[in-house]
């Protein structure tokens, strides 16, 4: 039994040692174990995204869920590269677009943004200022249009490249860059009016 035991144990401790490619590569040969250190390591990137560009917590949640599902099965074309992490954005960012069209949720999307963490104010006007700041800034965000505000969300909250963004849109580069270029300019257009 302890035998088992720990030979189950080297297994799993041998494929957190593995890096995102070797596990997507075992992925796409049918073995799922990898599957679940792959979320381990990443689910809570995916997630934050989503929170950002999702309707609302609960599809969030379920938008995790179905992004990782569908990278395992997606797990053949992924390019070997250190992180899988751009390719899971990706996947999530395809799956966002499946389920505009789909359901017609283009409104819905546009509506919240879930909660981005704080630190700690040092007073309590302090954390009103900063809550105040951070509705602003959602709501500036959210009345961007959809491209403008995936591209934003990608690069400003995510730290994609505009090359990850570009290919994972299946846009050229020059409009990536375009699209944030107006996405800030915007935000920022909206910030100073809100400001007067």
Do not use: C, K, Y
């Amino acid at each position: 039994m302890r035998r088992v035991q720990a030979r189950e144990a080297r297994e799993a401790q041998t494929l957190r040692d593995e890096t995102d490619a070797a596990l997507l590569t075992a992925i796409a040969q049918g073995d799922l174990g990898p599957l679940g250190v792959l979320f381990d390591r990443h689910h809570e990137h995916v997630r934050q995204f989503l929170l950002r560009a999702a309707p609302n917590d609960a599809d969030a949640d379920d938008l995790v869920q179905e992004t990782f599902l569908t990278a395992a099965r997606a797990a053949a074309s992924f390019d070997g590269r250190e992180t899988a992490r751009p390719f899971l954005i990706g996947v999530a960012v395809q799956l966002l677009r499946r389920r505009r069209r789909t359901f017609a949720r283009l409104r819905a999307l546009i509506e919240s943004f879930g909660s981005t963490p704080t630190p700690p104010s040092a007073t309590p006007e302090d954390q009103a200022s900063l809550a105040e700041d951070e509705a602003r800034i959602r709501s500036a965000v959210a009345r961007l249009a959809d491209e403008r505000r995936l591209v934003l969300v990608m690069v400003e909250w995510n730290g994609m490249s505009g090359v990850e963004v570009a290919r994972l849109l299946e846009t050229p580069v020059g409009t990536v860059w375009r699209r944030l270029h107006e996405a800030r300019a915007e935000v920022r257009r909206a910030l100073e009016r809100g400001a007067r």
